[in-house]
């Protein structure tokens, strides 16, 4: 990974002379008439973060998944000792904003461009997403501030860091395809995202195995500005989209391509991420198997907030092994609630239980619903554990995907249940359905049995 530092100004300077005056913790802050906070909140916050449709009230369409509003007079008490919603985040221990611990604190990860000060891990995108990075200057002041103890007044880190407007930048080095007999590799070729625009886009893929394979590890990345990274397998393999073409789910003026929107009923998950990197392997003998033939949809969605077109690209490796050493065959979960009765004009939980007849091990969970579909919350059924919550989702177009450290252990009999709220704010009843005018509320994961 190369990484490219320059000046707004075209201005090249050298990273070691960078970090020779950024790092230096020594020197006296710049005394000003305003809190360090404050100027936070005026230089970075206000103009970069607490923008419409990010970060900006409780009203913008991406509060759901993150939750954070950083306008002013709330920016505070929203960030500092507060958990993250962001779950390998939370499951890491860290603090949206932890004092005197940058470290351990997501506001300063997803500030930084570059991931090897926090071993690699990206906690979903950087930020702002879809733009520019911030100056290296503000995320150093940013980063003193925390280390200070994220005081909510007093000046404790030098001002004059925030007029360097060096900012760095990581060139993207596409994933290196697995050896030969020992994976393939598929990918999203470099596509165009127009200025201040948000594209999502769909394309089915052969896989290229003329044989059965044994999945048993499978590494995604993407270039900055992407959202997230999907490929699914088909439920109904009798209809399938044309294979390499390119369906967007907006059309230009971005209303909703309704022909996309129904071909996603069809999509069964089969892995994903939302960071720009992820690397996951089953545990010890496990595999998914992909039958000979087989294809997937892949799926890649960014945000171009700038006023330049932005490149979008994306790769999966899925990494094989010999069908000898599998002894657990992993399989997906396609948990569905198709009884679905949603009143119009009415807030309602749709609640329904899934038992299974053997011993399983839950490994991962995602969720499926529409744009009625407020909150997704799956519990255990029965055992020492029912009821419990195990995951949590309240973005319906880009559920979270969890996967677990530990897996999730159901003995037979016992089961998932999925409590889902949706909000029919339309003058009609809506019930379970293919289209995007009616409803979903589907369990996706993995899980082997015993």
């Not at 053997?358 to 029912?386: N, Q």
């Amino acid at each position: 990974m190369n990484v490219l530092t320059y000046t707004r100004l075209g201005l090249l300077v050298s990273v070691p002379a960078l970090l020779l005056n950024l790092v230096s913790c020594k020197d006296a802050p710049t005394p000003t008439g305003e809190s360090s906070f404050d100027l936070i909140q005026q230089k970075i916050f206000t103009p970069s973060c607490a923008t419409s449709g990010c970060h900006a009230s409780e009203k913008d369409a991406t509060f759901a998944q993150h939750g954070l509003v950083l306008a002013a007079g709330v920016a505070y008490k929203n960030l500092v000792g507060i958990d993250p919603k962001n779950s390998a985040a939370l499951a890491d221990g860290l603090k949206r904003v932890k004092a005197f611990a940058s470290l351990e604190s997501l506001l300063y990860h997803k500030l930084s461009v570059d991931a090897s000060h926090h071993s690699g891990k990206l906690y979903g995108n950087p930020m702002p997403l879809g733009s520019q990075p911030l100056p290296n200057g503000q995320i150093e002041f940013v980063r003193r501030w925390i280390e200070a103890g994220a005081p909510a007044t007093g000046t404790i880190a030098d001002a004059t860091l925030l007029s360097d407007n060096t900012v760095t930048t990581v060139t993207y080095d596409p994933l290196v395809a697995p050896a030969a007999g020992t994976g393939v590799q598929m990918n999203i070729a470099l596509f165009d995202i127009q200025p201040k625009f948000e594209r999502e886009l769909f394309t089915r893929q052969i896989v290229g195995n003329t044989q059965p394979i044994y999945v048993n590890r499978y590494e995604i990345k993407m270039r900055n500005g992407s959202h997230h990274f999907v490929a699914y397998d088909f439920r109904d393999k009798t209809i399938l989209p044309s294979l390499n073409d390119i369906r967007d789910l907006r059309n230009n003026d971005n209303s909703l391509n309704l022909i996309t929107a129904i071909s996603m009923s069809n999509h069964v998950y089969l892995a994903g991420s939302q960071a720009q990197y992820q690397d996951y392997t089953f545990p010890e003998g496990a595999a998914l198997v992909l039958p000979a033939g087989a294809s997937l949809d892949l799926n890649s969605h960014y945000v171009n907030n700038t006023n330049a077109v932005m490149k979008g690209e994306a790769q999966i490796n899925l990494y094989t092994v010999d069908k000898a050493k599998v002894q657990r065959i992993v399989q997906t979960l396609d948990l569905s609630n198709t009884s679905l009765a949603l009143p119009a004009n009415t807030r309602v939980t749709q609640t329904k239980s899934f038992t299974f007849a053997k011993a399983r091990k839950i490994l991962a969970l995602t969720s499926h619903m529409h744009k009625l579909g407020e909150k997704f919350v799956i519990k255990i059924r029965g055992g020492s554990r029912d009821g419990e919550v195990i995951y949590t989702s309240t973005d319906w177009a880009h559920p979270d995907i969890i996967t677990f450290k530990t897996p999730i252990e159901l003995q037979k009999g016992e089961g998932l249940t999925s409590e889902i709220t949706y909000n029919n704010t339309t003058t009609k009843a809506v019930s379970f359905g293919l289209t995007s005018e009616d409803e979903m509320g589907i369990i996706f994961g993995y899980y082997f049995e015993e």
